[in-house]
């Protein structure tokens, strides 16, 4: 595997379930993201860890929870969603240092809430 | 106004055309300008990283920033089908992990 891979590509799931998806980067990388891409709307960041350590949480409802265990594993877990957050979510990876702002995206899992 | 501003199109062009895209933003602080290319059920892909004002040339592909007008474009000389894909314009502040995107730009290449 190369890159930036995430699993599962594809989700349905009902507003009552709890899953997860799950992201993992080969690029030796320090810092992860989380997108969320829905239609007719920019790219909106959700989550930023920097080696390990959650920079960034951009007022994510709490019914969205980040974990990276280790720097080339990131976890969305998703419980009681709404149809709202059906969309494709993005994971991505950057070098982490500074002046480095090259990021390498997976490509994402669609997401439908029903 | 939005931090950046991209229109959404779509831009249909025959094959051989030169493509334009572009997008204008309103924070003074960005300094680096990427644009993303798209495929349909894949994630973006970084075409162009540039650095500050001026142009930079890749192949077919050349990036050009005016810092003073706060405009970004795209150029894609001798278009091809396989470019059809949505391009997002990206930009970040000097020492600030997060990038902003535009919405993004629906390229169709005719052939």
């Known amino acids: 595997e190369t890159g930036v891979t995430q699993t599962p590509r594809h989700l349905v799931m009902g507003m009552t379930n709890k899953k997860s998806l799950k992201c993992e980067q080969h690029l030796g990388h320090n810092a992860m993201y989380w997108y969320k891409q829905s239609a007719k709307k920019p790219l909106e960041l959700m989550f930023v860890?920097?080696?390990?350590?959650?920079?960034e949480n951009n007022s994510v409802p709490s019914r969205f929870s980040p974990e990276c265990p280790n720097s080339s594993h990131l976890f969305l877990h998703l419980h009681t969603l709404q149809p709202e957050d059906s969309a494709l979510y993005l994971c991505?990876?950057?070098?982490?240092?500074?002046?480095?702002?090259?990021?390498?995206f997976g490509p994402g899992t669609r997401l439908t809430v029903l | 106004q939005k931090e950046v501003e991209q229109d959404p199109g779509p831009l249909s062009v025959p094959e051989g055309a030169i493509v334009s895209l572009n997008c204008t933003y309103s924070?003074?602080?960005?300094?680096?300008f990427m644009w993303y290319r798209q495929y349909s059920r894949k994630g973006p892909e970084l075409l162009m990283y540039t650095y500050s004002s001026g142009n930079k040339e890749d192949g077919r592909f050349t990036a050009q920033v005016d810092k003073s007008s706060k405009y970004i474009s795209l150029f894609i000389r001798d278009s091809q089908p396989s470019d059809s894909a949505t391009y997002l314009c990206?930009?970040?502040?000097?020492?600030?992990?997060?990038?902003?995107f535009g919405k993004g730009t629906r390229l169709h290449i005719l052939p």
């Open positions: 860890y920097n080696f390990k350590e959650q920079t």
């Open positions: 924070n003074s602080a960005f300094q680096y």
């Open positions: 990206a930009m970040s502040a000097m020492g600030d992990d997060k990038i902003i």
């Open positions: 991505a990876s950057s070098s982490g240092l500074a002046g480095d702002n090259e990021q390498f």
